[in-house]
T-cell receptor
Framework: KAGVTQTPRYLIKTRGQQVTLSCSPI?????VSWYQQTPGQGLQFLFE???????NKGNFPGRFSGRQFSNSRSEMNVSTLELGDSALYLC??????????????FGPGTRLTVL | AQKVTQAQTEISVVEKEDVTLDCVYE???????LFWYKQPPSGELVFLIR??????QNEISGRYSWNFQKSTSSFNFTITASQVVDSAVYFC???????????????FGQGTTLQVKP
């Protein structure tokens, strides 16, 4: 069974540009969550999508947005990039069930560098 | 508000020493999940263990053991006879629960960098 796939793995952008990152979940997983990891702020939750709808949102400015497609693949977009957006962006996917626990599986991450 | 605190930023031990990583959490939920993840230099998060709020049994898996105490809101992780391959960043995390089970939102601690020297 293929794991969570994130593309691209590495990205270099300049300030002011925008960027789109992609996450393909494990087959059958309909929940996709995004996290940002920086040395200063650690691992922080960005948002969660389920059935093409944002279900949870972290405390990030509106420059950070996302969406989910009907095949559960998700993209996140960061507009007007700032130096502080340089980070490892991780996505995690999981099944949805009627109660009980469903484990989240993390992808390898996309390392974004903003120059 | 939910919060996870890992007070130890960095720990350095010599191989074969035992080491305990501390984790203290805050939540108002009665149902929640606690986790430990390992992040090697490659960056990928590796799941180690999950505990739900109703299960306070301690767990041992090989050289790893976990001590969950609701009375002190702690979920500590001990590595016995540490090895160089244990060197990594370790994260404790908390997840809230809803009717469907757990949400996709994890609250992470700041992480503890463990260095095991030969």
């Amino acid at each position: 069974k293929a794991g969570v796939t994130q593309t691209p793995r590495y990205l270099i952008k300049t300030r002011g540009q925008q960027v789109t990152l992609s996450c393909s979940p494990i087959s059958g997983h309909r929940s996709v969550s995004w996290y940002q990891q920086t040395p200063g702020q650690g691992l922080q939750f960005l948002f969660e999508y389920f059935s093409e709808t944002q279900r949870n949102k972290g405390n990030f400015p509106g420059r950070f947005s996302g969406r989910q497609f009907s095949n559960s693949r998700s993209e996140m977009n960061v507009s007007t990039l700032e130096l502080g957006d340089s980070a490892l962006y991780l996505c995690a996917t999981k099944l949805e069930g009627a109660g009980g626990y469903n484990e989240q599986f993390f992808g390898p991450g996309t390392r974004l560098t903003v120059l | 508000a939910q919060k996870v605190t890992q007070a130890q930023t960095e720990i350095s031990v010599v191989e074969k020493e035992d080491v305990t990583l501390d984790c203290v959490y805050e939540t108002r939920d009665t149902t929640y999940y606690l986790f430990w993840y390992k992040q090697p230099p490659s960056g990928e998060l590796v799941f180690l263990i999950r505990r739900n709020s109703f299960d306070e049994q301690n767990e041992i898996s090989g050289r790893y053991s976990w001590n969950f105490q609701k009375s002190t809101s702690s979920f500590n992780f001990t590595i016995t006879a540490s090895q160089v391959v244990d060197s990594a960043v370790y994260f404790c995390a908390l997840s809230e629960a809803n009717r469907a089970g757990n949400t996709g939102k994890l609250i992470f601690g700041q992480g503890t960098t463990l260095q095991v020297k030969p």
